[in-house]
């Protein structure tokens, strides 16, 4: 739009004889203010904040799945502790193999209940594990007190990803509210697109 207005002021000062067609500038205006991107331009700029909203899912994803791992590893480290009570870990290991199949996933996470079942669960085994392994802060071990300390940072990390995502998926929700009628035209994927739901309660 700015390319075209320069080139039309160009134009009139090259040729001031001319009149500009007052009628034809008004429909110009007006249907640009109704459509001010094209079907190509608003594709674009939609991939873009489906992309991004991606990559910080799969960054919060990722952050959780290695805190997992980090839970796995320093269980087997305490299994190797003779001074500690064998069957509290085991009992421990049993209550961590069964985490992930909780998790929630983009969708399910529409019910917030379902996301406080899922951080309940995880501290059900984080609280307990964490205290036997350093109490006090104090672990054996060097190798146990850095697994502590990786499975303390990710946990602390976890709203910080949170908001990230939100902010992410509130820019997707915003463009596809306001062009969702020319993204369903397009088809295929963009025939059936949805809201993201969200970390933030409702209000």
């Known amino acids: ?113 379902l996301i406080d079942h899922y951080d309940a669960a995880q501290d059900s085994v984080l609280k307990p594990l964490l205290q036997l392994a350093a109490p006090d802060g104090n672990a054996p071990t060097e190798p146990i007190r850095d697994r502590v300390e990786h499975i303390m940072k990710a946990d602390a990390d976890i709203l910080g990803y949170r908001a990230r995502y939100d902010t992410r998926a509130k820019a997707y929700n915003a463009y596809l509210r306001l062009h969702q009628a020319e993204l369903a035209k397009m088809g295929g994927n963009y025939a059936h697109l949805r809201p993201l739901p969200l970390f933030e309660l409702s209000q």
């Open 1 to 113: 739009m700015k390319a075209l207005l320069l080139f039309s002021c160009l134009t009139l000062a090259v040729l001031p004889m001319c009149k500009p067609d007052t009628a034809k500038t008004a429909t110009d205006t007006t249907a640009a203010a109704v459509n001010p991107a094209s079907s190509t331009e608003v594709r674009a700029q939609f991939d873009i904040l489906r992309d991004s909203a991606d990559v910080n899912w799969q960054r919060m994803m990722g952050s959780d799945d290695q805190k997992l791992a980090d839970v796995r590893a320093l269980l087997q480290d305490l299994k190797k502790q003779p001074r500690l009570d064998a069957a509290r870990v085991r009992a421990l290991t049993a209550q961590a193999a069964r985490l992930k199949p909780l998790r929630y996933d983009r969708q399910s996470m529409a019910s917030s209940a």
